[in-house]
């Protein structure tokens, strides 16, 4: 038995953990093979279009759809008067809120649907949409949270203004919850006391991720067999599925919920929305299927947006810059439905995190969600649950304590950050974080970056703009954070009822290859790709071999699918225990094979190898074979594994970001000159993977703190609804981001592996905030919200006397 091919190049033909592999799914994308919903073009498929509310609140006093079912080609019109009496007019939340799936007497925010049209084609229900004749009567419009809690107008007349609601009592007929964590009354002590407070309020805006394909479905019921099939943009197939057959009564197994290509979905499509029970419904209806694709405009009037959080903040420190304590209230503006996709038990998702990357000994978060007449959802978007705010809020308070304190911000983080000794750390608001160390990071981000010198030139630059030789001001935006990514633990986390955990189901194949399943669904971040990567490393067949198939509930094990960038920490985990398991049973084979006891063989990249004796082995490849062919008297064929995944505890994966900018005070037009990310998530499954998600999450960080908002009106007025008026960065404002990274495994993940997909996101917006921010800092400015649009810096610089 004599190998040609060396130990290194048997590892680099794996393509395993580390390797730069190219993304395998990419040859069907670049060549117009990608297979999305609005491809499904089943035989005589039906297509339906919502009417919605131009009014932001109203009473529909009568819908006529008389001139509607007249038109050639109109099927069927659907009412919230034809759902009732299947219990489907209304629909629970997954934050334990109900919501209206068509209007029920009255309309809560514009965009609102209010009956579906189901036509033969898309031009047909579009007209037809047009010809369906709606009586509202307008009620007075609610855009602010803080008005609506004081306001006698009741938008939800479906509740009991006294009842609980589902996290606990309500303070008013427009409140849904209050959630508070750690010791507000230690806290206000601590901060009383203290030698410095700085207190601030901030903003963080309504937001959309806007993915390039909004969201839609499929519905097929074939009432011969009665089986139901869904195709759609979802992120949850599975939880799709529990959630139809709860719904409708169809037994599950007779439900498959298949996600097919997915156009980027960043937590916008993790939601239950009104269009799938629509086409659902007028499939059973109608016997064919039934396919419903929003616009761009439906998309973001009416899907889940992102943030809304008014923020307020206290934070105490010695005269040494050390923070001794940290308060903070939120304001949460969650629209006319509590429909945020958080689990269970987080109504305001992971935001008590905010303590950050610091070791702050006491701390208080109380958060109040508030009905508004707007738009339902509040998760989505890279954030993790809610840490991009909880991030924001603690790296603006960062910035504002080292303002009171006149300090250098670099250094009061530093002064502050938990050590790499105090991990696994536990967070004064109930955090277990697992690995960490962001001296490290730190010095290295400043080191690159010459920390020094730009503070040395932004002050010549202040310096000659005092003098009049300028009119650019330059900023320096730091941000350090930590993420908490991986839900996870079944024991604290559910979504209605189902355990947070992932799952990976593989199959050897007897020459050696193999398929393997996994309860995740890529959106874009390359899954066929990289979990491919773990299992070869763990099973030593090339990643090349291995195929990987997401989003079909008929075929792969339950899952609760990707979001809160938890694909590698929970289900990376499945995959590699799953392959531990195949492993486990082979060496019983290649020792067997090799005649030896299983204690004498070991695993060496690609094969069970004799100890001492590495020249006696058996492939993997061989093993396989033997499996199917002639495995052990006794032992059963086949080489296949399931793991279901309780991960222990999150991933804590942490960053250290620097933008360098300048500002034309005159203009408001900012310039970024650097970009620099460091980021820790672990062992690195694909470097090239994460440089990608990392330039995606840090250009929607760009988007968000420059320029993007979901903006009302006094009438609720959706201001934004069209890419004219929403906007998305392309090449001409993105910077060339320069990537970093450093290595801190996680100590509790199989393959030491956080998650990375949303980190970008999280620390990306408050660095391009603070470096507008930071720019104003020696003109006197403190704090000012996003987004920072031109017409914003301008003003900041307008109202610092700048312009005079
Ligand atoms: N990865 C890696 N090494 C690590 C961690 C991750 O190589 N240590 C790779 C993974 O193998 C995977 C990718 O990076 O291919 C992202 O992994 P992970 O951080 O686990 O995140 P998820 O796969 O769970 O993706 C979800 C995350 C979220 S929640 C949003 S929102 C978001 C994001 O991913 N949406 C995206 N990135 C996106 N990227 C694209 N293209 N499209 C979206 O919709
Ligand atoms: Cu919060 S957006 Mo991602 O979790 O799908």
Known sequence: MKDEVTRDERVSNLKGLGCSRKRVEDARFTQGKGNYIDDMNLPGTLTGDFVRSPYAHARIKSINIDAAMALDGVVAVLTAKDLEPLGLHWMPTLAGDKQMVLADGKVLFQGQEVAFVVASDRYIASDAVELVEVEYEELPVIVDPFKSMQSDVVLREDLDPKAPGAHGPRKHHNHIFTWEVGDEEGTNAVIDDADIVAEESMYYHRTHPCPLEPCGCVASMDKVNGKLTLWGTFQAPHVVRTVASLLSGIEEHNIRVVSPDIGGGFGNKVGVYPGYICSIVASIVTGVPVKWVEDRMENLMSTAFARDYWMKGKISATK?????????????????????????????????????????????????????????????????????????????????????????????????????????????????????????????????????????????????????????????????????????????????????????????????????????????????????????????????????????????????????????????????????????????????????????????????????????FKTMGEIAYAAYNQAIPGLEPGLEAVSYYDPPNMTYPFGAYVCVMDIDVDTGVPTINRFYALDDCGTRINPMVIEGQIHGGLTEALAVALGQEIAYDDMGNHKNATLMDFFLPTAWEVPNYETDFTVTPSPHHPIGAKGVGESPHVGGVPCFSNAVQDAFRPFGNRHTNMPHDHWRIWKTANDLGMHD
């Open 320 to 616: 040494e810059g050390k923070i001794t304590g940290l308060h903070c209230h939120v304001t949460a503006d969650h629209g006319a439905f509590d429909a945020c996709a958080d689990p269970t038990k987080f109504p305001a998702g992971f935001m008590n995190i905010c303590t950050g990357s610091y070791d702050i000994p006491i701390a208080y978060l109380g958060v109040d969600g508030v009905y508004t007449n707007k738009a339902p959802g509040g998760v989505s978007y890279r954030c993790s649950f809610r840490v991009t705010e909880a991030v924001y809020f603690i790296e603006r308070m960062i910035e504002v304590l080292a303002i009171e304190m006149d300090m250098d911000a670099a250094e009061l983080r530093r002064i502050n950050f938990i050590k790499k000794e105090q991990f696994p750390y536990n967070s004064a608001l109930g955090w277990e974080y697992d690995s960490g160390d962001y001296h490290t990071a730190w010095d290295k981000a400043l080191k690159a970056v010459d920390y020094d010198g730009l503070r040395k030139e932004q002050a010549e630059r202040v310096a000659a703009f005092k003098r009049g030789e300028t009119r650019t001001i330059m900023g320096i935006g730091l941000s350090f954070f930590t993420e908490i990514v991986g839900a996870g633990p079944v024991k604290n986390c559910d979504i209605l009822g189902m355990g947070m955990f992932d799952s990976c189901e593989i199959r050897i194949h007897p020459t050696g290859s193999a398929v393997a399943r996994l309860g995740t669904i890529s959106q874009g971040q390359g899954h066929a790709t990289t979990f491919a990567q773990i299992l070869a490393s763990e099973i030593g067949i090339s990643a090349e071999s291995i195929t990987i198939e997401e989003g079909d509930t008929d075929t792969a094990p339950y899952g609760l699918g990707t979001y809160g960038s938890r694909s590698t920490p929970v289900a990376g985990a499945a995959a590699a225990m799953a392959g531990r398991k195949i492993r486990a049973k082979a060496q019983m084979i290649a020792a067997y094979l090799l005649e030896v006891h299983d204690d004498d063989v070991e695993f060496d990249v690609d094969r069970f190898v004799i100890k001492g004796a590495p020249e006696r």
